[in-house]
């Protein structure tokens, strides 16, 4: 069966410092793969997706940059942390067409 | 402008009646809903999908209602368990056109139910 493995599960950093979160999907071939943000009191906006190893695409503008190099592991960054991008981070999956996403446990991140 | 909207923040039913959630949509292009739960400090769990040819499916205690005519969607709980308290996320997706299909999420309703 497909899993999928998101960590560190909280992160608290300081303004200004990198970031690393690194998601990893078992068990299935080519997914796609999608890193979602939910901010306090806000519903879930997608800010990546990859449909394989080294394409990405960024829905929003934003401080953070994602990249995909192995075809199953998926990488959120950051060079330096903005205060806004406190939030929880989720990593999801899908298989190819058009398919439920399936999420990891989530990070939450706090940047003070 | 929010394209999926869930306008009750929270919902409160007492263990073994109904619970019903809505969802709105603004964009015609959508044709691919689902809902999704999700507990505290979890990921979201894919719970039930209906495409835009349907106007019913159900899983269960579980039932999603489509009006294409209204762009509104429900999910149907019953009877409602004191489990089944969580945030639902609403979400759409346009299928044709190319599309990655890429989810667009409601802001979600918090549901309490009360034994």
């Known amino acids: 069966s497909q899993t999928i493995h998101q960590w560190p599960a909280t992160l608290v950093q300081p303004v200004g410092s990198p970031l690393s979160l690194e998601c990893t999907v078992e068990?299935?071939?080519?997914?796609?793969l999608y890193w979602y943000r939910q901010a306090a009191g806000r519903g879930l906006q997608l800010l990546f997706y990859?449909?394989?190893?080294?394409?990405i695409s960024s829905e929003v503008p934003q401080n953070l940059s994602a990249s995909r190099p192995q075809d199953r592991q998926f990488i959120l960054s950051s060079k330096k942390l903005l205060l806004s991008d406190s939030g929880f981070y989720l990593c999801?999956?899908?298989?190819?067409?058009?398919?439920?996403?399936?999420f990891g446990n989530g990070t939450r991140l706090t940047v003070t | 402008d929010q394209q999926v909207k869930q306008n009750s923040p929270s919902l409160s039913v007492q263990e073994g009646r109904i619970s019903i959630l809505n969802c709105d949509y603004t964009?015609?292009?959508?044709?691919?809903f689902l809902w999704y739960k999700k507990y505290p400090a979890e990921g979201p769990t894919f719970l039930i999908s209906?495409?835009?040819?349907?106007d019913k499916n159900e899983d269960g205690r579980f039932t999603v209602f489509l009006n294409k005519s209204a762009k509104h969607l429900s999910l149907h709980i019953v009877p409602s368990q004191p489990g089944d308290s969580a945030v639902y996320f609403c979400?759409?997706?346009?299928?044709?056109?190319?599309?990655?299909?890429?989810?667009?999420f409601g802001k979600g309703t918090k549901l309490s139910v009360k034994p």
């Open positions: 068990g299935t071939s080519n997914p796609n």
């Open positions: 990859s449909v394989g190893i080294g394409q």
């Open positions: 964009n015609s292009m959508f044709d691919y």
């Open positions: 999801a999956w899908s298989a190819r067409g058009n398919s439920p996403l399936h």
């Open positions: 209906i495409s835009s040819i349907k």
């Open positions: 979400a759409a997706s346009a299928r044709s056109g190319g599309s990655q299909g890429n989810l667009i």
